[in-house]
Nanobody
């Protein structure tokens, strides 16, 4: 399974970005996908997660109300729409997929088995 994250960049505070994560998995619709981020010198942090159908999402308190995760199962792609960005959102953003179908919505990086390469998001003040 390969994941390709894209869409990062440099944006001013208050701006928006949309990240994409394309997954090379034919049964994409069966798997939970999580978004995480990691700033220099810090541990990987949970951002949000979406279930297999795209009908349920769960976010960290730090991004709730500003970020939205969605899925396009026809394109095997998930998205992270980020609005009202803040300088503290600056990080390398990763998407992760679980190995097991119909898995739980979880916020722990160790519960995800496949990862994209990360895409850098930098928010200037």
């Amino acid at each position: 399974v390969q994941l390709q994250a894209s869409g990062g960049g440099l944006v001013q505070a208050g701006g928006s970005l949309r990240l994409s994560c394309a997954v090379s998995r034919r049964t994409f619709t069966r798997y939970v996908m999580g978004w995480f981020r990691q700033a220099p010198g810090k541990e990987r942090e949970f951002v949000g997660v979406i279930n297999w159908s795209g009908g349920s999402t769960y976010y960290s308190d730090s991004v709730k109300g500003r970020f939205t995760i969605s899925k396009d199962n026809s394109r095997n792609t998930a998205y992270l729409q980020m609005n009202s960005l803040k300088p503290e959102d600056t990080a390398l953003y990763y998407c992760g997929v679980q190995r097991t179908a119909w898995g739980p919505l979880t916020k722990y990086p160790t519960d995800y088995d496949f990862w994209g390469q990360g895409t850098q998001v930098t928010v200037s003040s």
